[in-house]
């Protein structure tokens, strides 16, 4: 997920509670795989099933997000969200500005309606990637877009792609 800023007092109280609930949570997924997914996953369409391994990885991954949730419902920290700082590339700007800060962690499609070029994203995907053997590219995120034709969510896709490409 995304950043967090806390009162250290806070996490003090948070941190032992997010540990065992993490723990217990995990534990549950090693007990009970099946009721696992599906109390934290959304269905798959049938299309999607495929992607059921990679899914299955991403909602192991928030066991530990579940944990500090817990722990911080149980000692009583509530939170102030802003949804104007961190974005997922794939969703729509809140009040259609731009985020300061681009999060690499949703899966998104996204085609550039000028060259018909589709691109998906999952970081997932690149798990086993070897920096050292790279093509110089991941994503052939063009430069050849017409960004005035992309709607705002598009154009940060877009943008995410073309970053990673170029580093």
């Excluded at 999060?103 to 999952?122: I, K, R």
């Amino acid at each position: 997920g995304g950043f967090h800023i806390f009162h250290i007092e806070d996490l003090r109280r948070i941190a032992p509670l997010w540990l065992e609930y993490t723990k217990k949570v995990r534990a549950f997924a090693d007990a009970h795989p099946d009721d696992f997914y599906r109390e934290s996953m959304m269905p798959l369409e049938p299309s999607d099933e495929p992607m059921r391994a990679v899914r299955q990885k991403q909602s192991r991954w928030h066991s530990e997000m579940y944990g500090y949730v817990f722990g911080a419902a149980e000692v009583g920290v509530t939170h102030h969200v802003r949804r104007d700082v961190m974005l997922y590339p794939g969703y729509v700007p809140w009040l259609g500005r731009g985020p300061n800060i681009l999060h690499y962690g949703s899966d998104f499609t996204v085609t550039a309606a000028n060259t018909g070029h589709e691109v998906y994203f999952n970081k997932m995907a690149h798990i086993n990637l070897e920096l050292e053997k790279c093509p110089r590219f991941l994503f052939g995120a063009t430069t050849q877009l017409d960004f005035s034709s992309l709607s705002k969510r598009d154009a940060l896709c877009w943008e995410h792609l073309a970053v990673m490409d170029a580093a």
